[in-house]
């Protein structure tokens, strides 16, 4: 969930949440899968080696690759540290909240500490993610934003004390 704590580094998300259902005129070929996995455990990996792993030529590796970032099927991004940044907290919020999830998650999502939003079911609504730079910084950020949406009736923090694993690297199906 969210960024990885542990080095700086470039993700690849197969799927970006933002994007999900755009891609239905792109088709997920093995291709395109293998693409997508090479790229997931560096995504730094240049055309020409990429072309030379899979088999095809540059040009065309460049355009399978910018039709998947076009279509919504991957992003790839920079993954950093927060700690490294001067971001000293971080913490999951359990959200229960009444009326158009959809609306409330855009809203929360629209927040600047606000990394991951998630619509779930279960005991909690919505996971929020946040990343702040301190105690007094999250307090705000509760206190003052996320708790004063309206609809918003519950409100559950779990800080996060240590990172144990995060990985992007899941392949395709």
Known sequence: ?????????????????????????LALDQINKQIIEHLQRDGRMSYAT???????????????VQRLLDGGLMQIVAVTDPLTLGFARQAMVGLKVTGDLRAIADEIAAIP????VVICAGGFD?????VCTDD?????????????????????TFMYLKLAKQTYAWGTR
């Open 1 to 25: 969930m969210g960024a990885n704590r542990t080095s700086d580094s470039i993700a690849v998300h197969p799927y970006p949440g933002k994007n999900r259902g755009v891609t239905a005129d």
């Open 113 to 116: 500490e606000v990394d991951y």
């Open 136 to 156: 007094e910084h999250l307090l705000d950020l509760l206190n003052e934003k996320v708790r004063t949406i309206k609809g918003v009736t519950g409100c559950e």
């Open 50 to 64: 990429l072309a030379k792993t899979i088999g095809l030529s540059e040009a065309a590796v460049r355009q399978r």
């Open 126 to 130: 919505l996971l929020v993610e946040l």
